[in-house]
């Protein structure tokens, strides 16, 4: 479903990738459709786990797990593994949204659990960090999110990661304006400045 998309992507598809038959398909699922939930919640649970064990979650600094994030983020699509297959979750999105309320339920909650994440770090990065101008950290962790899910399509079409690459970068050089440092030159605390300042 991640190569083809859902629509284009048949039971016999399944059963074939899967070494199973269509008995024993619809034992387990009553329509492709269930599968789907299934798989949406399989992904969600596999990158979690991922992102729960990945090295920038062991640093104290939450300015250093924000930078951390964005590397890991990078590295893992700048691998040899070839370009991005995308997003199973943005894949449903876009074309089931309208179709299919369970699986647009699905998916909001995964960009949602995504962006909350994100948004903690955030949000105590500007708590112990002076950034330069006031931000809200729960938009600034959806437009993450977006950039992401609109990268992933990007690469898709282009058949390279390198715009994904590209595109995190230029989320890092604004939030290194955003909080008024380089983090790959200096590891120095800007200023604090008062709390009326700060959104």
């Known amino acids: 479903m991640r190569v083809r998309g859902f629509n284009a992507t048949t039971v016999d598809d399944i059963c074939e990738a899967a070494g199973v038959t269509k008995g024993g398909f619809f034992h387990y699922f009553k329509n492709k459709e269930e ?12 990158r979690a786990r991922e992102s729960t064990d990945a090295p920038f979650r062991k640093l104290a600094d939450p300015l250093e797990r924000v930078f951390g994030r964005l590397d890991f983020a990078k590295e893992s699509w700048n691998s040899d593994k070839g370009p991005t297959k995308g997003c199973l979750v943005g894949m449903f999105a876009q074309e089931l949204s309208l179709t299919n309320p369970e699986l647009r339920r699905a998916c909001e909650e995964r960009f949602a659990r995504v ?5 903690t770090d955030l ?6 960090y002076a950034p330069r101008v006031g931000f809200d950290p729960k938009g600034l962790a959806m437009l993450y999110v ?5 990268s992933l399509m990007l690469a ?8 994904l690459v590209e595109n995190i970068e230029q989320f890092r050089a604004y939030l290194q304006t955003l909080f008024g440092q380089d983090r790959r030159s200096t590891g120095k605390r800007p ?3 008062s709390a009326e300042s700060q959104n």
Do not use: P
């Open 191 to 193: 200023g604090k400045v």
């Open 123 to 128: 949000a105590e990065a500007k708590a112990l």
């Open 146 to 150: 977006s950039i992401v899910q609109g």
């Open 156 to 163: 898709k079409a282009a058949a390279s990661n390198r715009v």
């Open 35 to 46: 599968l789907a939930v299934a798989a949406v919640t399989r992904f969600d649970d596999v």
């Open 115 to 119: 962006a909350k994440d994100f948004e």
